[in-house]
C-alpha cells in the first residue's frame, strides 16, 4: 500500500509517467501496476507536468526582518517551491529564532548564514570587521547541521563600507574552517570590484546576481564575457540568477546566454515586496523569463532542481529517482502572450508562462492558489 500514486504525468521529456510515494519517499517512477492501492491517488491524464520539486536558492523568508521579509510557505509551497534556502536573512544573533520560526512550515527551508552577526539588520552588515565572529558562525553551524547549509557575503559598496574584500576573505577562511560548505557571493555596485571578488572564489562557489546590469557586472562594455569570471567559471565556480528588485537584466541575460554562459541555478531573491509589487513575483515567473532568452523547458527545470540540489549538496533531492525525498512539483506550461519586466526597466514580450498548481513535500499534495483555481484534482 504506498500513501500516494500520481499517474500519468507528463516529465520535462514529454514521455508520461507514474510516481509512487511511500514513507515521505519516492519509492517507484515509470510504470505503476494498474491495481497497485494508494491511500490517495490522483491522474493527471498527461495533461499537467510534474517534475523533482523546485528548489528556489536564493529567497529573503525571516518573517522578523527589518527590511527583506516574507513567509516560508508564501513563498514555498503556495508557489509550488518545496525548499527555499534564505540567503543571509539572519546571522548568528537571529537564527535560533529563525529556525524555530521554519519548523511549523509546510516548506523545507534551509539557511545561508550570513556571515555578519546582525544579518539583514541594516543594509551596511559588513561595515564592521567585528561583527564577523568565527566563532559563533562555527558553533551555530555545529547546532544546526541540516538548516545552515552554507554561509553568505554581500561585497557591494553599500554593504562593505571601507573594507572592500577583507570580509570575504574572512568568509573563505570561515568556509575552509566549516566543512567547505557552500559560499553564496552577492555582486553589485562597486567598490569592491568584480575582479578582485570573482579571483577569492574556488569550486562550488555561487555568484549570485550573475545578470545584474550594474557596471560592476560579468560583462566588459564591449559585452565580451570578463576576463575573471572566465576564470572562475573554469575554477567550477557557480552563476546563479538571483532576480530581486534590482539585480537582474535581460539585456545582460541575453547577451551572456548568447555567449554560452548560461546559469547554473535559478532563483528569484524574493520577499515580500518584489513578490506582490513586482518585478519578482514569484520563483515560477523569473523561471519563466528565461524561455525569452533562449533556454529549453528542460534547462530551466534542470536550474531549480538537479542543479540547485547539486550546487546546495542537497543529495536526497533535485531528481526523480527511487529512494530520494517526496518532493515534488506539478505545473502547467501556458502558452499566450506574456510581457515580462527585469530590474531595469525592460520589458519583454513572452508566449510561455510555468504555472505551479500542487507541490508535494515528503508526500503531502499541497494545492497552490493556482491549482485551486483550476480545480486540477479534489483532495
Not at 559585452?223 to 567559471?233: V, W
Not at 532542481?305 to 501556458?334: C, H, M, S, V, Y
Not at 527585469?342 to 514580450?349: F, L, Q, T
Request: glycine fraction near 8%; charge should be negative; aromatic fraction near 6%.
Amino acid at each position: 500500500m504506498y500513501d500516494l500514486i500520481i499517474r500519468r504525468a507528463r516529465l520535462v521529456d514529454g514521455t508520461l509517467a507514474d510516481v509512487a510515494v511511500q514513507g515521505g519517499k519516492i519509492a517507484a517512477v515509470g510504470q505503476v501496476p494498474a491495481d497497485a492501492c494508494a491511500h490517495q491517488q490522483r491522474d493527471l491524464a498527461g495533461n499537467y507536468y510534474l517534475s523533482a520539486g523546485w528548489i528556489d536558492s536564493h529567497v529573503h523568508c525571516y518573517p522578523s526582518s527589518p527590511i527583506y521579509h516574507d513567509e516560508p510557505d508564501r513563498v514555498g509551497v503556495a508557489s509550488g517551491v518545496t525548499s527555499v534556502v534564505d540567503a543571509g536573512s539572519t546571522g548568528t544573533d537571529d537564527i535560533d529564532e529563525f529556525y524555530a520560526l521554519t519548523r511549523s512550515s509546510k516548506t523545507n527551508v534551509f539557511a545561508f548564514l550570513n556571515i555578519s552577526r546582525i544579518g539583514l539588520l541594516r543594509q551596511n552588515e559588513l561595515a564592521e570587521m567585528a561583527d564577523i565572529n568565527k566563532q559563533a558562525i562555527r558553533n551555530a553551524i555545529d547546532d544546526k547541521p541540516g538548516f545552515i547549509i552554507g554561509i553568505k557575503a554581500r561585497m557591494s559598496s553599500s554593504v562593505v563600507g571601507q573594507n572592500g574584500t577583507r570580509p570575504l576573505v574572512l568568509a573563505k577562511e570561515i568556509q575552509q574552517e566549516n566543512q567547505q560548505l557552500p559560499l553564496m557571493v552577492h555582486i553589485g555596485n562597486n567598490p569592491p570590484d568584480l575582479d578582485e571578488i570573482a579571483d577569492l572564489l574556488t569550486q562550488g562557489d555561487i555568484i549570485t546576481h550573475c545578470y545584474n546590469g550594474k557596471p560592476n557586472r560579468i560583462l566588459t562594455p564591449a559585452g565580451t564575457l570578463r576576463e575573471s569570471i572566465q576564470r572562475a567559471l573554469k575554477r567550477g565556480v557557480l552563476l546563479d540568477v538571483g532576480h530581486g528588485t534590482a539585480s537582474f537584466s535581460f539585456e545582460v541575460a541575453r547577451q551572456a546566454i548568447a555567449l554560452g554562459i548560461l546559469p547554473h541555478t535559478i532563483s528569484s531573491d524574493i520577499y515580500c515586496r518584489n513578490r506582490i509589487s513586482g518585478p519578482v513575483f514569484s520563483l515560477a515567473a523569473v523561471m519563466s523569463k528565461f524561455f525569452t532568452v533562449g533556454l529549453s523547458l528542460a534547462q530551466v527545470i534542470d536550474c531549480v532542481t538537479a542543479n540547485a540540489a547539486a550546487a546546495l549538496r542537497l543529495t536526497t533531492k533535485g531528481r526523480l529517482q527511487p529512494g530520494l525525498d517526496a518532493d515534488l512539483t506539478i505545473f502547467e506550461l501556458r502558452t499566450a502572450p506574456q510581457v515580462f519586466a527585469d530590474s531595469a526597466g525592460e520589458s519583454v514580450n513572452g508566449e510561455q508562462l510555468l504555472v505551479p498548481l500542487a507541490a508535494v513535500v515528503a508526500g503531502e499534495l499541497l494545492l497552490t492558489d493556482e491549482g485551486k483555481a483550476a480545480d486540477v484534482f479534489s483532495l
